[in-house]
Each structure stands twice: as C-alpha cells, then as structure tokens.
C-alpha cells in the first residue's frame, strides 16, 4: 500500500485556470505538508499543517491554498495558474513536525 | 538565499569504493539534519538522520556525520552499490521544524560498474 498518494501524476492546463492536487497518507502522521520543486531542482516548503495550525510559507502567492477535510488529506488547491506556477509538487507527512517525512511520489504541474 | 548548500551537482563512484556525498549549511539556528534518497518518478525517501548533539550516525552501509563549527555535513555509503544510482537531497530544520525542511539542490550519485 501506497504511504503517501498524489493524484493526478501529471496535469497540464492553460493559464488562468483553476485547479486541485489530492493528496493522501495512510501512515497516521498528523503533520502533512506541500512541497515544490521549481526547474532548478531546489524543494520548497509551501505549507505545513496539522490539526491545529496552517503554517505558510510568506513567499507563497495568496492564490494558492491548502484544504484539510480530514487529518489524512491535504489538497492543494491554486487558482488563476500561471506559467511560474509549472514545476514538481510533492505532498509529505510525519509524526510531528520537522520530519523525516514520507513523501508522495509528486505531481509535475506544467502550464501553458 | 541558500540556507543549505550541496555543491556537486553529480558524483561518480565504482561499484565497491566508498562514495562521501557533502552538504553545508549557513543558519545556525538549524539543529536536525537529514538526507533522502530520490530515484526519477518518485518522492525522496528518507535515508539517515542526525541531531545536532551527536557528530555521527550509521545505520548499516551509511554513516553521517556533523561538523557543527564547520556547518558542514557529510553522508558517506560505503560499499556502494548500483542501487544506490540516484539524487541525494539534504535537508536541515530548526527549532522543532514546525517551518518543514529547508532542502538543497541534490546531488547526483552515479555508481559505475
């Protein structure tokens, strides 16, 4: 069984649109958080949430936002895409927060 | 701002010889290290921790180790072995990581047979 799941895999759209990356981890972790890794390889941190507090990274534009409906998903939802906003985007959880984390496998966003 | 640092964007070892993958960091406020392992296609997974109160730990072919003046980490993987062909991140959080980790670039590690 899958730890940490992402769906879709890969998801292309054109500019402006509005779209949801699902992510799911069956491991019990109660900390969850949203990575992204831009075309020069770095891993970003977005987000990180458990049940008690959202913590955003400041640099993340407002267009993007994190739902929680339960404490095994984390969904990243980002509206008004544009061209920047292409790059790999990987979900992860721990026990806590730091890490070491189990990641999902990604979701490579590419907007056009 | 690179708060962590890993300056060899690849590495080729032979199968066999001791591979030593190097990370420096600049915040001092970071006290866990970690590194993950990354195959094309697929998430990191984590490989081996350290806390900033110990300069070493090994868990089997790996060790770590933590030069806190120096703000310099090491992982070395010894012997290596072609399944160990893929990206090594490093990573480093702070005060509990409640901010996540703070990555580096990755390192290519290519095992030659």
């Known amino acids: 069984d899958t730890a940490v799941s992402q769906t879709p895999k890969y998801l292309v759209t054109q500019m402006g649109n509005d779209k949801s990356i699902k992510c799911e981890q069956n491991l019990g972790h109660d900390t969850m958080y949203w990575y992204k890794q831009d075309s020069k390889k770095f891993l970003k941190i977005m987000f990180s949430?458990?049940?008690?507090?959202?913590?955003i990274n400041e640099t993340v534009p407002n267009r993007f936002s994190p739902k929680s409906p339960d404490k095994a998903h984390l969904n990243l939802h980002i509206n008004s895409l544009e061209l920047g906003d292409s790059a790999v985007y990987f979900c992860?959880?721990?026990?806590?927060?730091?890490?070491?984390?189990?990641f999902g496998p990604g979701t490579r966003l590419t907007v056009t | 701002d690179q708060q962590v640092k890993q300056n060899s964007p690849s590495l080729s070892v032979q199968e066999g010889r001791i591979s030593i993958l190097n990370c420096d960091y600049t915040n001092s406020m970071f006290d866990y290290f970690l590194w993950y392992k990354k195959y094309p296609a697929e998430g990191p997974t984590f490989l081996i921790s350290i806390s900033s109160i110990k300069d070493k730990n090994e868990d089997g072919r790996f060790t770590v180790f933590l030069n806190k003046s120096a703000k310099h980490l090491s992982l070395h993987i010894v012997p290596s072995q072609p399944g160990d062909s893929a990206v090594y991140f490093c990573?480093?959080?702070?005060?509990?990581?409640?901010?996540?980790?703070?990555f580096g670039k990755g390192t290519h590690l290519i095992i030659q047979p």
């Open positions: 992860a959880s721990s026990h806590g927060a730091g890490g070491p984390g189990s």
């Open positions: 990573a480093a959080s702070a005060g509990g990581g409640a901010d996540g980790l703070t």
């Open positions: 949430y458990n049940n008690k507090e959202l913590i």
